[in-house]
Nanobody, 120 residues
Framework: VQLQASGGGLVQAGGSLRLSCAAS????????MGWYRQAPGNQRELVAV???????NYADSVKGRFTISRDNAKNMVFLEMNSLKPEDTAVYYC???????????????WGQGTQVTVSS
């Protein structure tokens, strides 16, 4: 199983970016999908998660600015980021809680990370 994230880049404060992440390989089912971020010197933190049924949860720092969504048919998760701030600068990682077979245990898989840099 691989998670491939894309869409990061350099943007000015107030700008927008859209991150995408696609899960591929032998996948039976995917439960939660999400985005996390890690800034230099900081621990990895939750940004947003979405369940297979579409329920979402956001970090307080991004509520009202970021929107997470997913395409279950394509095993993809997206993060629409608006009104970006310099403090949003970090490496963003996607995650997926999935089972590779009907009798498999659920395991969390991670993407490789994509850099988001917001200049002031």
């Amino acid at each position: 199983v691989q998670l491939q994230a894309s869409g990061g880049g350099l943007v000015q404060a107030g700008g927008s970016l859209r991150l995408s992440c696609a899960a591929s390989g032998t996948i039976f089912s995917i439960n939660g999908m999400g985005w996390y971020r890690q800034a230099p010197g900081n621990q990895r933190e939750l940004v947003a998660v979405v369940t297979s049924g579409g329920r979402t949860n956001y970090a307080d720092s991004v509520k009202g600015r970021f929107t997470i969504s997913r395409d279950n048919a394509k095993n993809m998760v997206f993060l629409e980021m608006n009104s970006l701030k310099p403090e949003d600068t970090a490496v963003y990682y996607c995650s997926a809680d999935l089972k590779r077979g009907a009798r498999s245990y659920e395991k969390t898989y991670w993407g490789q990370g994509t850099q988001v840099t917001v200049s002031s």
